[in-house]
């Protein structure tokens, strides 16, 4: 399937909100790239509303473990379905279809009655039992096969994006570690980065998650020397970001500050160079994202006198006009005079 325009995208909150309205009587079918946390948000979902999560995994059964197996029952062959997908008790459910997309043809159509008329063979699925399927897109390079137009219309396909906003409010609950959170606040990009062409490590919500996890395990056992750290960082994520993200820690990323408070007191900016264009980086998306509006023109001009003339050229090339409008104009004037060789206009 192809990408989804942002616009259709939800967060993993509004998907759990849909979940939790519809998948009694829809079947959804949760689309994201990988290490987005569908599964976590679907087990969440059901947990909040009191149900038991019965997993499938696409990649890993076979048709008859969706329809079931005959037996003889009064001269007659009747499928009897899997214990998995009818429980004897007859409560209510979430059934959740795992890798759906990457299933075998075959299994994927073993799906249909279930998904469009929680049905299996004769059989019908308790009352108030939610079927929720999820899976990675097309363009993501892992393990999807196509999906036939037949199973795309039994179910309510739900595009899922990232929302950083959602991710620190997790993150903090979860005991994501401080340097981690505090990194990702700082790169924002870093937080889910494009499947490579290469099987190899890239940041994901997931992989952040698992080396905060390994950075834990490796720190109670006393192993967390900056060797340590670069081979745990560099085997979890995008090794542009491990490399940044061990260098801010060797240099002290813990004390990096949020960049309007950099603004507010320029002499607390970081003292290597590594932090600073660390800090130059993070103050340039800032700037471009609007984030900095409203900030008195004094403090601009402070902030832009403080950083140096190197530093501060960096902090303006392309966004003249953005730091134009915070109201440092001549001073960038300046710095690009300076830089550039140009000299005054004789007055006339």
């Known amino acids: 399937m192809a990408n989804s325009p942002p616009s259709q995208a939800v967060t993993l909150s509004q998907a759990k909100e849909l979940i939790r309205c519809l998948a009694d009587s829809q079947s959804l079918l949760l689309l994201s790239p990988p290490g987005v946390g569908k599964s976590a948000a679907v087990e969440q979902a059901a947990r909040e509303a009191g149900l038991e999560v019965r997993s499938l995994l696409g990649t890993q059964i076979a048709p008859e473990d969706v329809s079931g197996v005959p037996k003889i029952i009064n001269d007659r062959a009747v499928f009897c379905p899997p214990r998995l997908l009818l429980p004897d008790d007859d409560k209510p459910f979430c059934l959740f279809l795992d890798e759906l997309p990457a299933a075998p043809p075959d299994v994927q159509k073993a799906f249909y009655s279930l998904l469009l008329e929680r049905r299996v063979g004769e059989y019908r699925l308790p009352r108030g039992t939610w079927v929720v399927a999820a899976g990675n897109r097309s363009e993501d390079r892992a393990l999807v096969r196509t999906m036939s137009s037949a199973l795309v219309n039994r179910v309510f396909v739900v595009p899922i994006r990232v ?52 950075l834990d395990l490796a720190e109670q056992n006393g192993r967390i020397a900056n060797e340590e750290r670069r081979a745990l960082a560099f085997g979890r994520v995008t090794p542009h970001d ?48 609007g984030e900095l509006t409203g900030t008195p023109t004094e403090k601009v001009n402070a902030f832009l006198v403080a950083v140096g003339e190197e530093y501060r ?36």
Request: glycine share 6%; charged share 25%.
């Open 163 to 214: 929302d950083s906003s959602e991710w620190f409010s997790w993150a903090e609950k979860a005991a994501i570690r401080s340097e981690i959170r505090g990194f990702v606040r700082f790169v924002p990009t870093a937080l889910q980065r494009p499947v490579p062409p290469d099987p190899v490590p890239f940041s994901t919500p997931r992989s952040w998650s698992l080396l905060s996890r390994d």
């Open 242 to 289: 491990a490399g940044l993200f061990c260098a801010l820690c060797e240099e002290g990323l813990g004390n990096m500050r949020p960049v309007p408070e950099y603004f507010d007191d320029p002499s607390l900016m970081p003292k290597t160079e590594t932090a600073m264009w660390f800090l130059v980086s993070r103050t340039r998306n800032a700037i471009a994202g």
């Open 313 to 348: 050229f960096a902090l303006i090339l392309d966004l003249v006009d953005k730091w134009g409008e915070l109201g440092a104009s001549e001073l960038m004037l300046r710095t690009l005079k300076t830089v550039t060789g140009l000299t005054e206009p004789n007055n006339a």
